[in-house]
């Protein structure tokens, strides 16, 4: 079952702070609060889908290529040619945050870069 306390449902009803790099009328994407990559930026639908099955199985097929399209001119628009994209599903896959959200990865990980902020 959705946990409507889950921090991104805080992002998104704007109780948390966190800088948008990008909304629209059912996205958010966000930079992750400890980023694992040069950028690491998180693109979360506004929907209380749980994960990635329950993001397929629920939502239609022009939200999941608005999604799709969407985090491609993300990444984009952030200067990323070359990235990752994942999307943790369940605890035992590295799911931490209950409300589905993909990451996008770009630029080596670099933990001396990361702990200077940069
Ligand atoms: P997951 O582990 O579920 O795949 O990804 C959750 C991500 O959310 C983690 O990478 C974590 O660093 C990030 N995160 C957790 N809490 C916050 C927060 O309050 N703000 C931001 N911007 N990111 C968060």
Do not use: C, W
């Not at 397929?56 to 999941?64: L, S």
């Amino acid at each position: 079952m959705y946990d409507k306390n889950n921090v991104f449902a805080k992002i998104i009803a704007g109780e948390i702070a966190a800088e948008r790099l990008y909304e629209d009328d059912s996205i958010i994407a966000i930079k992750d609060i400890k980023p694992e990559a040069i950028l690491h930026i998180l693109v979360i639908p506004k929907k209380n889908y749980i994960d990635f099955a329950d993001f397929t199985k629920k939502a239609t097929t022009e939200e999941i290529a608005h999604y799709f399209k969407t985090i491609a001119s993300i990444a984009k628009a952030n200067g990323a040619d070359e990235y990752r994209i994942v999307s943790n599903k369940g605890t035992s896959s590295g799911q931490s945050v209950f409300h589905f959200h993909t990451h996008i990865l770009s630029g080596s990980i670099n933990q001396e870069l990361i702990n200077k902020n940069l």
